[in-house]
Structure formats: C-alpha cells, structure tokens
C-alpha cells in the first residue's frame, strides 16, 4: 500500500507495539503530528513542558517498563533539547528511540531556520543514529532503530527525518518486529569453566553487581549464584535490586559513598566476581589500589568493559542472565563461613546512621520506606538525595531505583517519574529531589498535572547545591562559591500555581504527615521539606583515594 513518510512513522511505531510517546510538536515535525493525531486511540502522546523532560520521561518509561522509551522532537533547538537525555540514556544503556525532524532536503547545510546536524551532535552519544534522505528507506530504518536499541547492551538510537521525506509516499509492507534474543553465543565452555575453578579455588570471595543484572532480568539465577557461592554482596547506584536489599547477605553499595562494609570487603577479598558493572572512577577511587588482594573475575554483554577501567584476570562475555544459567549449573556448593562472620563483624563496627532528632535526607528516606512498606518505584535527581535514597532505602527487586548514575544529570528525576508512573499504568512513584535539581525541570510538573500521574516531588531543602557544597567544605577550604540558594522561593506556592497540592515541612511529625497524605492522594503531590544546610553524605572516599580510605564525620576510617 502506498503511504507517505509521516503514515510510515507511526504505523511503524505500532509496529514495534509502542504505547505511549513523550514529546513537543514544531514546525519540522507537524506532518507527524498530524498523522498521530489520527491514531490518538492507539498510541498516547505526553506533551511535555520542555524537550528535555520528553527524553527524560521516555528514559524512566524504559527504565520502569523493560520497553523502549520513543520521544519526539522537531529540529533545531527542539532537538538539541533532547541532547541531554539521550547522553543520560546512553551513560546508563537505557533503551531509547528518539525521533526528531528537519528542513527539507533541499534546505539542509545551508544554515537554515531551526535547522542543525542533530545527527552529527549526538553521534558519540548514541548507539547508532540515522538521517533518513530517501522515503524508501524509512521503514526498514526505524525497524533497524528499535533492533539496535534494544539488542546487545541496550543504548539510545536517533532517527532524524527530514520534512519534506515525512510528506513523500513509497510503497509500504507491514512486517513483524525482529526478535530480539539475549546475546549467549559468547559464552565459552573454556571461560566457565575458568570460573569454577576460580570460585572453587576462593577463600574470601565477594560478589558485584551492576545494572547489567537488572537490564537483563537475572535476580533469580543472581540469587541461585550467591547461595552457590556463599558469598556477601554488594552493589552499584545502576545494580539497586537486581539482588534483594534486605537478604543477609548484602552489604550495601560500594565506592564513593558506599558503605565502610562493602569497601573495607572489597579492599580484603581474594576474589572479586563482577557481575554486570563496568568499574566507573566512582567505584574504583584509586584504580591501581582497588581491590588489590583479589583476583577479578568479570562477567559482561560489553567486550568493551573488559580491561577498560581495571586489569581482569578472567571474563565470561554475554548476558548477565544466560551467564549464570550456565555458570550454576558447575558450581558446587561453597562454604565461606569464616569469610562472611568477618565480613558481619564490619557491619556491626560501621553501621550506617544519622542523628537522633531533626529532619535529614536519610531519616526521610527510611520514613518513606517504613511507609511503603519498601515497594514503592523510586526515581531521583542527583547529588546528596540521591545517595541518600540509595543507601536507606532497601531495593528488593529490580527497576525500583531510577536514577541517572553514569551521567549525573540534575533535572532527570521529575521527567523520569512521569515516565516511569504512565509506563506502570499511573502507579504512585516517588521523586527525591534537591532543591537545586527540581529547579532546573519543575515546569514538568504543568505535566504531571495535565497527566493526572499520581508522583509525590520530594523535595529535601537546604537552600543550597548540597552534594557540592560538601566538596567544597571538605575539599575547598569553605569557599561556597555559587552553591548558595537563598532566595525566598515558595515551593508550595509554585505547586499550588501548577494546580498541585503543595505541603511544607519543618519537623518528623509533619513530614510523616504529608507522606500519609501523599501516599494517600491519586493525583500529584509536591512536599517541600526543610533539612540543614549543612548534613552530609556518610561515608565518603576523596576523590583518587582507595577506597579502603573511606570516612565518616568524625574523620575516621
């Protein structure tokens, strides 16, 4: 049948069985606009306040769901928008099809109005990306697009098509979506057996988890594998809930701001067996002291990651879940006794804790956890609320934390909650913010509004950019340049503006009630929570220092 470009679009998007799409219409990309309108019963569109807020929102609509996020942008700087989400996307393998559109074929390369070479800008964030010139080509170009995005370690693709392509017609063939199947055909027998007898042969071995666990769903065989290999647990920001936060076996995050357990074990194993983690510089701290007295055994999808960060001493490629599918099955039953009464005796020198009165991000987040009864959807900005939420709230399962760990983008969460809220069929998810985060995206919550999502905008206030004001007390000698907010912002008169219940408070007792209210409530929230300026994250490792160096506020290690 012959369709043109924009038809081609959309009915390629059903295709693909997309649901929902986050995006904000110009002039380049009206021809598909025009065309979804026609389909607004099958497929839903999320206008946005901002592009930005599209990609982020399509990021935490993956994340929640498994599914590819889709968001849509028109040219010039309504795709430039888009930039910073799809770098947040690829920093954490976030399956994402973003689609904008430019000028005319004829227009492109001459400085033209709102035209620019999105392609080109995100090249080195991106997978893969297109610029469609040809109608013909368009089909089997957003099939590739979704294949690519989705196959291997996910990752974001754009699709950039020009005006006039979305205005020409061409023969079209409906075709079913490729099968995407786990990539296992480079696992070797060689390599697994490899790492049974580097298991076998461990005395003090500790298990490391990254997202790469989560993105390929193996919280059950992950689970198998550490009873097999009787080992404690730790994690990263990316690896939350791929295993089971309150199971006996887990010490907490490791790195910067892990705890003194995770990295005091690390820094004494003998074995170190990564599963799914690519060793970023806020894991490692000293990367020529990490883990010194361990052999490292690393399992990945991403040949890449092999040897990047840290030497490995053995490798097993291919996903996470088909991994250790094969690996269990090898491995007999390991007896660390010993290693892990040591590894008890840590948690109980170093427990996390906080004061006793007061309102603070981590007594905030353990309220929410108690309340929830920890089976609440997570997402938050970044900085300080963020390792707050990752350390006292326990993740039991997997894409309950969202969150922006490779790239650290501030203004992701809010974005991200509405995704995550319309891709779990409106559930209640909870944005933990910073002031500083919230505002650089709080005009989305004008679309947490129009979208009835029932998310609760957690905002713990301090007044200042927390996480680098801590730098600079530590680190700076006190010099708080730029980092202070103490203009008379109303937050709860903001939310109130959106048409949002807005509630401030300034002690536990109110702040447990807003949270009932809250949680209560099926429609969007905003709490406005005051904390001191001055509350740290604990522990922490300075920068380039072994993590064998972390310390609390007292300055002990």
């Known amino acids: 049948m012959q369709l043109n470009g924009s038809q081609i679009v959309i009915e390629c998007l059903k295709e693909q069985q997309v649901d929902t799409i986050f995006g904000y219409p110009g002039g380049a990309i009206l021809n598909v606009y025009d065309e979804l309108y026609k389909h607004r019963d099958e497929i839903h569109h999320v206008l946005v306040s901002h592009e930005q807020g599209a990609s982020h929102a399509a990021d935490g609509y993956a994340r929640a769901t498994g599914k590819v996020g889709v968001c849509f942008a028109t040219s010039g700087p309504g795709a430039t928008n888009l930039v910073t989400g799809i770098a947040t996307a690829y920093m954490d393998s976030v399956s994402l099809v973003a689609i904008t559109c430019n000028v005319t074929l004829p227009l492109l390369g001459k400085d033209s109005f709102q035209e620019v070479d999105i392609a080109g800008i995100t090249m080195p964030i991106t997978k893969h990306n297109f610029i469609v010139k040809d109608v013909t080509t368009l089909a089997d170009t957003i099939r590739r697009a979704f294949t690519i995005a989705k196959k291997g370690r996910p990752g974001p693709v754009l699709v950039d098509i020009p005006k006039d392509v979305t205005a020409a017609t061409t023969e079209f063939n409906p075709q079913r979506p490729e099968k995407i199947l786990p990539v296992t055909d480079t696992i070797t027998e060689e390599d697994l057996e490899n790492a049974v007898q580097m298991i076998a042969a461990s005395k003090k071995p500790f298990i490391f988890v990254g997202g790469g666990a989560v993105i390929s769903g193996a919280q059950e065989e992950l689970a198998e594998f550490v009873k097999l290999v009787d080992a404690p647990v730790c994690d990263t920001l990316m690896g939350k809930g791929a295993f089971d936060g309150t199971d006996g076996n887990y010490t907490g995050m490791l790195g910067m701001h892990g705890t003194k357990t995770s990295n005091f074990g690390v820094s004494e194993c003998d074995l170190l067996i990564a599963v799914g983690t690519r060793f970023s510089d806020r894991i490692l701290g000293n990367p020529q002291k990490f883990a010194s007295q361990a052999k490292i055994l690393q399992f990945d999808i991403d040949p890449a990651e092999i040897n990047k960060n840290v030497v490995v001493d053995a490798e097993v490629i291919g996903d996470i879940r088909g991994i250790l599918r094969r690996l269990n099955p090898l491995l007999h039953q390991q007896d660390h006794g010993k290693w892990k009464k040591r590894i008890q005796e840590f948690s109980k020198q170093y427990p996390m804790h906080y004061p006793d009165e007061g309102l603070s991000g981590p007594y905030m987040i353990e309220t929410l ?125 903001l939310a109130e503006a959106f048409g949002i219940r807005g509630i401030r408070v300034t002690n536990r007792k109110e702040y447990e009630a807003a949270l009932d209210e809250a949680i209560a409530a099926d429609e969007p929230v905003l709490i406005d929570a005051m904390i001191d300026r001055d509350d740290k994250v604990w522990p922490m490792v300075a920068p380039g220092a072994p993590i064998s160096e972390c310390f609390d506020e007292t300055g002990s290690k």
């Open 369 to 493: 956890y108690e309340k929830t009864k920890g089976d609440a959807v997570i997402t938050t900005e970044v900085g300080q609320h963020q390792m707050w939420a990752a350390q006292y709230y326990k993740y039991n399962r997997p894409r309950q934390l969202i969150t922006s760990g490779g790239s650290g983008t501030m203004g992701y969460g809010l974005g991200a909650s509405i995704g995550a809220s319309i891709g779990l069929g409106h559930a209640k998810v909870f944005n933990i913010a910073g002031d500083g985060c919230f505002r650089m995206n709080m005009n989305e919550l004008a679309t947490a509004k129009r979208e009835k999502v029932p998310v609760v905008e957690i905002i713990m206030n301090n007044h200042v950019l927390g996480m680098v004001r801590q730098w600079q007390t530590l680190f700076y000698e006190e010099h708080y340049s730029a980092t202070v907010l103490d203009e008379s912002l109303d937050y709860v008169k």
